[in-house]
């Protein structure tokens, strides 16, 4: 179908008359006379909107419009938007397809690797191969002093107690001693396996991130020997210092220095006393069983009376050489050697090994103890202690020793000063010896010999 248009435009309106076959329709309206350039621009204006012909004649014009031309114009443009939906649509799909891939591969490769990085036919590498040092034993056992004359040798660190290693042991003790909640586990797919790398790996970055790196690092937190068979599996190459001390002068130093254990009754000096030989007896069972070449007794006594002959054992024990700066840790505090303010053992462990706290126990303990002792404490003949002595023989001290001593009884007002600087209630301290007082001096005495 054609379309003619004829009319003609002014500056402010047009007229124009549009024939179709025999109709015509006529729009009129004042108009002037039309210049070249306005017949120009109303030209292109046309031919851009329409599939036509223009001619001018004066003032007057003619356009001739295919409508044909036209409706195929639109259909282009509906095809045109249409394509370029589509193609928009397209590739938003495909984008949102290849992110999802890409997550799919990401992911895939991450439980690939995790899967290859997780070995669960062996123990972590630096868990399996790290000679580790674990020291432990009842608390108040001389485990903080120990820790201390390692610390002061340049390949060794222990640093303080984690106090947490010990919790994840006794959980996992409980879950083993449940069979119920055992075999739980198992039916949830975490056996055994995949326990004891999640252990032995929390240990190590426990052991490792608590301090500074060293050579040898070791940890002591004491109740960790009563896991000492389970630490030798996950930790083939560690080494194991078993601290033994007389258990009346344990649970004395416990009861005194209100030290809070689970278990442990403050106020019943017979009921810890019993805590204690069931606590010694299944580390002393613990260390036998590792063998003497994992597992090293070391008395508390022998160590304060000849530390230089009992710390050559210790090191050899470790394969460390000699050094003899582990004979004189108290110039190491707060240098090489950090101390927890929490740790109660830290007013004592500043001071350079002494003779003091060797026999304090004697006269405290409640008759009735003493007279039971043999069948309150069995584990203290087992021990090689001597349960009817008191006070006991525990030895003659070195020369070296009794001048240390003798020197801290000195400055003992310099000592408790620097043990308030660094313990948190420096109120609970003992304060130093009144005149007139010669209980150290009478310890001191006896155990020259």
């Excluded at 278990?263 to 009921?271: A, E, I, P, S, V």
Aim: one cysteine or more; aromatic letters at 10%.
């Amino acid at each position: 179908m054609i379309l003619i248009v004829e009319g003609f435009v002014t500056k402010t309106t047009r007229s124009v008359t549009v024939k179709l076959e025999s109709n015509q329709v006529q729009n009129h309206s004042n108009h002037s006379s039309l210049n070249h350039s306005s017949r120009h621009s109303l030209f292109f204006k046309l031919e851009d909107e329409y599939d036509g012909s223009m001619a001018f004649m004066g003032n007057s014009f003619t356009f001739a419009i295919d409508r044909r031309g036209n409706m195929l114009q639109r259909q282009r443009r509906r095809l045109f938007l249409f394509c370029s939906l589509t193609i928009f649509v397209i590739f938003c799909l495909l984008w949102l397809n290849s992110f999802n891939c890409f997550n799919y591969f990401e992911r895939t490769i991450i439980s690939n690797n995790i899967k290859s990085s997780v070995d669960y036919n062996k123990i972590d590498e630096l868990a399996y191969f790290n000679p580790f040092i674990f020291i432990g034993g009842i608390p108040r056992s001389g485990t903080t002093l120990m820790r201390a004359m390692l610390d002061a040798h340049p390949d060794v660190r222990c640093g303080e107690e984690t106090r947490i290693i010990p919790r994840v042991l006794a959980l996992r003790a409980q879950w083993k001693k449940s069979e119920k909640e055992w075999r739980r586990l198992q039916e949830a797919g975490v056996n055994e396996k995949v326990i004891n790398s999640a252990i032995s790996s929390f240990i190590v970055n426990v052991i490792i991130g608590h301090g500074d790196p060293a050579p040898r690092l070791c940890n002591k937190d004491p109740f960790t020997l009563k896991s000492t068979v389970y630490l030798s599996e996950l930790f083939p190459k560690a080494k194991f210092i078993f601290m033994i001390r007389d258990g009346r002068a344990t649970v004395h130093s416990i009861i005194s220095r209100k030290i809070t254990i689970t278990g442990f009754d403050l106020n019943d000096f017979k009921q810890c006393l019993q805590k204690w030989n069931a606590g010694i007896e299944v580390m002393n069972e613990q260390c036998k069983q590792v063998g003497e070449e994992k597992c090293l007794k070391v008395y508390y006594e022998q160590l304060v009376l000849h530390p230089e002959q009992e710390m050559r054992k210790i090191l050899d024990f470790l394969n460390l050489p000699w050094n003899m700066s582990v004979l004189h840790h108290e110039m190491f505090i707060g240098n090489k050697i950090s101390l927890s303010k929490t740790e109660r053992s830290t007013d004592q462990v500043i001071k350079p090994v002494n003779l003091d706290a060797l026999s304090k126990w004697v006269g405290k303990i409640p008759e009735d103890v003493v007279n039971q002792m043999d069948e309150i404490a069995p584990m203290l003949k087992v021990l090689g202690y001597d349960p009817n002595a008191n006070p006991p023989n525990y030895g003659k001290a070195d020369d070296f020793v009794r001048i240390k001593t003798e020197q801290i009884h000195k400055d003992e007002q310099k000592w408790y000063d620097k043990a308030r600087e660094l313990v948190i209630d420096p109120e609970k301290l003992q304060k130093p010896q009144q005149e007139g007082d010669t209980s150290n001096q009478n310890n001191l005495t006896a155990l020259a010999g």
